[in-house]
C-alpha cells in the first residue's frame, strides 16, 4: 500500500510510539489553516487593551517611529481569502481612553482593510450589557469556534480551544452579531 508523503511524519510518529494520543489530522492548525479553508466567513473577537507591550513594532510606535512592520503573510492571506468570497470582519471592544497598545493598533489598521478585513471598534462603555466571553474568538463559517488565551498583561499563552459544540458556536455568533451591530466602522471611529 502507497501512503501519500504527508502522512510519513504521522506514520513514524506511530510506530515510534510518540504519537500524540488523542490528536486528529498532521497536528495544530493555525489561524491562518482555518482561514485558507473557510468557505464563507471568519470573524475574530478582541476584548482587551493590550496584547503584546514587547512587540518590537509598538515599541518603536512608543518611542515616536512608524510602528509598522512586515504583515504581508496576513494580508495575503486575508486578501486570498476575500478573493474567494470569504467576507472576514474583526470587532475591538475597547476602554476609552484608550490604551497606546490600541492607540497603535488603530494606526495599522489600514492595512486590514486595504487587505479586505472589515473592522470595527466598539468602546466597552457601549458594551456594558451585553455579555462577553472570557476571551478573544475566531469563528469560521458559523461553526468552528477558537479561543485564544492571553496572560494578564496581553502576551498570547499560545493556549487556543476549538468548539463545534452547537450551543457554544450559536453563543457565539450571537454574541459577535450583537457586537458588531453596535460598533463604529474603522474610518468613522475616533479613539479618545
Not at 466567513?41 to 482587551?48: G, I, K, Y
Not at 510606535?61 to 474567494?84: H, I, M, P
Not at 494578564?152 to 454574541?175: H, K, N, Q, Y
Request: net charge negative; proline share 5%.
Amino acid at each position: 500500500m502507497c501512503l501519500p508523503s504527508r502522512m510519513k511524519s504521522i506514520i513514524s510518529e506511530a510506530a515510534a510510539g510518540t504519537y500524540e494520543v488523542g490528536r486528529v489530522g498532521h497536528g495544530p492548525v493555525s489561524i491562518r489553516d482555518m482561514i485558507r479553508g473557510a468557505r464563507h466567513s471568519a470573524v475574530h473577537l478582541e476584548t482587551r487593551d493590550t496584547y503584546d507591550p514587547a512587540h518590537p513594532a509598538f515599541q518603536d510606535f512608543l518611542n515616536g517611529g512608524s510602528g509598522r512592520y512586515d504583515r504581508s503573510g496576513w494580508t495575503e492571506t486575508v486578501r486570498a481569502a476575500v478573493g474567494r468570497g470569504v467576507r472576514i470582519r474583526r470587532a475591538r471592544v475597547v476602554s476609552e481612553p484608550i490604551s497606546d497598545y490600541i492607540r497603535w493598533e488603530h494606526m495599522i489598521t489600514d492595512e486590514n482593510i486595504a487587505a479586505g478585513e472589515e473592522v470595527r471598534w466598539l468602546p466597552r462603555r457601549r458594551a456594558f450589557d451585553l455579555l462577553l466571553p472570557g476571551s478573544d474568538f475566531w469563528m469560521f463559517d458559523g461553526r468552528v469556534v477558537c479561543f485564544n488565551f492571553n496572560a494578564g498583561a496581553g502576551e498570547d499563552t499560545g493556549e487556543e480551544e476549538f468548539s463545534i459544540e452547537p450551543a457554544l458556536v450559536t453563543r457565539c455568533v450571537a454574541t459577535f452579531e450583537q457586537i458588531w451591530e453596535r460598533a463604529i466602522p474603522h474610518d468613522r471611529y475616533q479613539p479618545r
